[in-house]
């Protein structure tokens, strides 16, 4: 078999598209698999197959050599010549072996080709593609005895065969799946998408290693933070399970390798897949602004931020909150450094900070940390605390306008936030389905909905003081009130009882997507239902209380309210746009942040809330003064 292999190595590829580093790997690979049935002892075991290691090496030597130019290609013709050195010696296998590995891993780094997929494969679907395509020759079960390999010269391959299976990576089965193999009946799968054929890859590779093993397997896994953080879906596609067992043991590689092969998306958590994200974006940084590329730098930062922290912010702000609030703050800091023009060792140092936190974050994202209970308190408090601000501003309008006895008004703010509940579901439906919503399109509808309604509650919460004064009501409704509310007035309340509403869902259903992901479903649903009945509780005493009030006392606390919430929303509205990259950061260390209140450390953010708090102020001075006219024409 290795002679045939040998011949389609040497001959020109598949596909036109397969650059020569992979050519080189693939007979780099098979040196490295196939020599132990060339050397034995240090005699020939075979003289076709030693004839080929040496053919393959030679080849391989000499593509290096007409590789383009590169300050390593020396280095690597160097590796080269010395496989070629200890394979005409004998060498031991495992010597050969090493050294053809070492030489196809430094040849990857230097002319690099896609060595994973982009996504974890659909390893069901691989079963599917094996049943059609593989099964009539290797075998239903992966033996290589399928009802079309009788008279096959060279058999097919018996992907069960753990002794061989050792010694090849997922990729190098990939690379075969494209390839195909000329003189043989392994034809090339070229015309298979990409993920068709990496998930092929690891449905063939997961053979040798039976799922009885992956419950083994997933223990460890989920146990060992540090493994995690080391084995991305990059590793284990490249990594042979023999290279894997000296690194863990063979015990231990074997039980992994069960559960991993079988269940790749393991190695794409939120912690090892958008964290890698954001380290590899702020390495960027770090070199585009040692580079004197400040702009870059900025950019590449602020997507370390959107693209890479901010998908598992809210599953770790339910885990760790203090932690999740440590890093945010840090990569604002760091933001802030480079728009300062620090220098760079010190936005080094702000960037090797981020690095451990990063660390710390991946083990509290760790599957082991998720619990039913870390499940329901994180789904009660995100629905509780999102669900408070708008419940508090739609019954302030019911109330409002059932003390105006305008009670026709209603079903535009009950159409407001239902058509807010209905347009949070297909939200979720097309986040779910459809289309990926990125963390910049979520800040952004944060923070231009939260400062748009800040505004809005502004002129209300103006207006709701200048009628707390009972005569002032009084006049207000003789003359004004019937013109006024009209339906333009009508549907400005629908309107924003739908911004408001939906900027709520808009965001509790990102989070609950989140930590849906992590398991607990009924943990879950549990903690939402516990905040609906708090939120239910809550609405039916305002609604109740607010009939007992006075129309003055009424005004007065619900203009109170009305401003209190306005100061709220123009602070996290603002947060929301630094997070996107559209407003500037400038920290101020030492100040206290308070989520609930809008209140965060950062220069733009406390002056947002200042202007806004003073424009308030100079209203309700206003109205005071105005009043007091009206009393004396009066």
């Not at 004004?480 to 309340?493: G, H």
């Amino acid at each position: 078999m290795a002679v045939v292999l040998g011949i389609v190595l040497l001959a020109a590829p598949a596909t036109a598209q397969t650059a020569p580093a992979q050519t080189i790997w693939r007979l780099l690979d098979y040196i490295a698999v196939d020599y132990p049935e060339a050397v034995a002892d240090g005699k020939i075991a075979s003289a076709s197959e030693y004839a080929e290691m040496q053919e393959f090496s030679a080849t391989a030597s000499k593509l290096i050599g007409e590789l383009p130019a590169s300050s390593a290609r020396g280095g690597l013709q160097g590796q080269a010549t010395n496989l070629q050195r200890i394979i005409t010696a004998k060498a031991p296998p495992q010597a050969v072996a090493t050294a053809a590995r070492g030489l196809a891993a430094d040849l990857i780094k230097t002319y690099p080709v896609p060595l994973a997929p982009t996504s974890a494969p659909d390893v069901a679907r691989g079963k599917i593609l094996y049943a059609q395509h593989c099964a009539s020759c290797h075998g239903v079960s992966g033996q290589g005895d399928g009802p079309q390999a009788r008279g096959l010269n060279p058999p097919p391959i018996a992907f069960a065969d753990r002794e061989r299976a050792r010694e090849r990576s997922i990729f190098a089965l990939y690379q075969v799946i494209e390839q195909g193999l000329d003189g043989t009946s392994m034809v090339s799968f070229a015309e298979l998408p990409a993920q068709d054929r990496w998930a092929l890859a690891f449905y063939a590779g997961s053979f040798a290693y039976p799922e009885s093993g992956a419950a083994n397997g997933k223990a460890l896994w989920d146990a060992d933070a540090d493994l995690r953080k080391r084995l991305d879906l990059g590793k284990l596609v490249g990594t042979t399970p023999a290279a894997f067992a000296a690194e863990v043991g063979d015990d231990k590689a074997q039980q992994l390798m069960a559960y991993l092969r079988h269940h790749p998306e393991a190695t794409v958590t939120a912690a090892t897949g958008t964290l890698a994200l954001a380290r590899n974006r702020l390495d960027e940084a770090l070199a585009a602004y040692g580079r004197g590329d400040s702009k870059a730098a900025t950019d590449l930062a602020l997507s370390a931020y959107l693209d890479g922290f901010e998908p598992v912010e809210a599953v770790l702000s339910a885990r760790d909150n203090a932690l999740m609030i440590r890093i945010e703050g840090a990569m604002g800091d760091l933001r802030a450094a480079i728009a300062k023009g620090e220098p760079v060792q010190a936005v080094k140092a702000r960037v090797a900070t981020l690095d451990g936190l990063f660390a710390d974050a991946e083990t509290a994202l760790a599957p082991s940390e998720a619990s039913a209970t870390s499940s329901f308190l994180a789904a009660f408090t995100i629905l509780a605390r999102e669900g408070l601000e708008a419940l508090l501003i739609v019954v302030a309008m019911i109330a409002f306008l059932s003390k105006a006895d305008r009670r026709d008004m209603l079903p535009y703010v009950h159409g407001g936030w239902v058509a807010a509940l209905v347009a949070g579901a297909a939200t979720w439906a097309a986040a779910t389905w459809i289309i990926e919503i990125s963390g910049a399109s979520r800040e952004l509808t944060e923070g231009f909905g939260g400062v748009f309604a800040a505004l809005v509650l502004l002129w209300v919460g103006i207006w709701m003081h200048g009628k707390s004064n009972a005569d002032a009501w009084q006049r207000y409704i003789r003359e004004k009130l019937s013109r006024a509310l009209n339906r333009r007035s009508a549907w400005f309340l629908f309107l924003l009882a739908f911004l408001v509403v939906y900027r709520e869902v808009f965001e509790t259903i990102l989070f609950y997507a989140a930590i849906w992901g992590q398991g607990n479903g009924g943990a879950v649903i549990a903690g939402a239902f516990t905040a609906i009945l708090l939120l239910a509780v809550i609405a039916f005493v305002m609604m109740r209380y607010s009939r007992t009030l006075p129309i003055g006392k009424f005004f007065a606390y619900s203009s109170a309210l009305i401003a209190v919430l306005a100061v709220v929303l123009i602070g996290k509205g603002s947060a929301a746009l630094q997070e996107a990259g559209y407003l500037s950061v400038t920290p101020w260390p030492g100040f206290p942040r308070v989520e609930l209140l809008g209140i965060y450390p950062t220069r733009e953010t406390i002056i947002a809330q200042l202007v806004m708090t003073a424009l308030l102020v100079l209203g309700f001075f206003w109205n005071q003064r105005t009043n007091k006219l009206g009393e004396v024409a009066a």
